[in-house]
């Protein structure tokens, strides 16, 4: 029997909430499949860890993390915590340490949903975010403190090998899923050093791909198009924070928050890869067990598809839309008023009656 190490980081507000279900399907799938087991092992490194011991892991942490065959995350962020030092001291160290250079993010709208955009048109496509360096880069600083000259400088930072590998990446998955183009989001008409090096080393691969279309625009333009025709991308690869923003505007188009996953991918699988929801821990609704927790659910099957159970992760898909279309067990953001654990429980129970097939 296959046995699966996974490595739970519920975090801050609503993530140990919809984390709770995720990990309520995986368990309930085990049940079904004998082939394998998941042994979980839960980490409080969270804001009230950090309240605690003044950081927000411990000094190993990411060794201890390393052993693991894949992390699921919660979300993080505590209004008694600055936001930077929580995504800086716990997230973005276990994206960049362990070469998660891909953040895969799904935007498609399921099945017994409508879009926000009230149209009728298939949306399905993915954003393919550049996930360990660009924007989200660490150096900088504020100088010249004193009233009028003050002044930050926040250092972009982007290498051959990053944006090639991401921009490889994004017409292989095109080319292993019947996806016809890549659309490249950019913005090197104003940022002329990084944008304009980010375009030639992206046209380079897709010359090297031509049997995939390729399109470019500026982001702007493209945040725009999202909203007026998101029927005609397919795939979408962006910069780190490019990539971020277009996914919660994906996620909009596609039913809010709750509804996107993500997967932070470590394509050689020499480091645990790492999936969480698109969301973030949502101060606003925590402790009201009302959260959706379908976009975690739906991270925790994006795992089952990378440790080689694509299978699984569409009948966890499948147990998603039913619940959806029979429209009876929904949380209140997608107009319902059942609870996050009831809708764990739906999903679950669809899981043991379509596990007949398994
Ligand atoms: P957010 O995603 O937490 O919330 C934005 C809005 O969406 C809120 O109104 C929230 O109630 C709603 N929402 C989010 N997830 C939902 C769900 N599953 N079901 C129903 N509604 C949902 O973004 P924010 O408010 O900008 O940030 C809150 C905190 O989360 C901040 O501390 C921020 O730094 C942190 N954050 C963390 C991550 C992460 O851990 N990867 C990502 C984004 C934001
Ligand atoms: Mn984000």
């Not at 944008?195 to 030639?200: A, E, L, Q």
């Amino acid at each position: 029997m296959r046995e699966y190490k996974i490595a739970v980081l519920p975090g801050d507000g609503i993530g140990p909430e919809v984390t709770r279900e995720a990990v309520k399907v995986l368990e309930r799938i085990a049940e079904m499949d004998s082939s394998f087991r998941f042994k979980t092992k839960n980490f409080n490194w969270n804001s009230e860890y950090y309240l605690e011991h003044g950081k927000m892991m411990p000094e190993d942490g990411l060794e201890q993390l390393k052993e693991f065959d894949a992390i699921l995350f919660g979300a993080i962020g505590d209004p008694r915590v600055p936001d930077p030092v929580s995504i800086w001291e716990l997230i973005l160290p276990i994206r960049k340490n362990f070469q998660q250079f891909i953040n895969f993010r799904p935007v498609k709208l399921l099945q017994g949903l409508e879009s926000t955009l009230k149209k009728e048109v298939p949306i399905d496509f993915v954003i393919v975010r550049e996930n360990s360096e660009g924007e989200y880069t660490e150096s900088g600083g504020a100088m010249f403190h004193g009233e009028t000259r003050e002044m930050a400088l926040q250092n972009m930072v982007m290498t051959r090998q990053g944006v090639e590998q991401i921009a490889r990446f994004a017409y292989d998955y095109a080319r292993a899923n019947g996806r016809e183009k890549v659309t490249n989001a950019t913005k090197s008409n104003v940022m002329l050093h990084t944008m304009t090096f980010w375009d030639r080393l992206v046209e380079e691969v897709a010359a090297e791909n031509k049997d995939i279309d390729y399109e470019r625009y500026y982001i702007d333009a493209l945040a725009a198009y999202f909203v007026q025709r998101p029927e005609t991308f397919d795939v979408v690869l962006a910069s780190n924070l490019f990539g971020d923003i277009l996914s919660d505007l994906g996620s909009a188009i596609v039913g809010g928050l709750g509804l996107a996953p993500s997967g932070n991918i470590n394509p050689l699988g020499e480091f645990p890869s790492m999936f969480e929801a698109v969301h973030g821990s949502a101060p606003d609704i925590a402790g009201k067990g009302i959260a959706n927790p379908i976009a975690q659910i739906w991270s925790a099957a994006l795992m089952l598809e990378h440790l080689g159970r694509k299978d699984l992760h569409d009948l966890v898909l499948q147990a998603i839309e039913e619940v959806l279309v029979e429209k009876k067990v929904l949380t209140p953001d997608i107009g319902g008023n059942a609870t996050t654990a009831d809708v764990g429980d739906a999903i679950s129970d669809k899981l043991e009656r379509i596990g007949g097939l398994l």
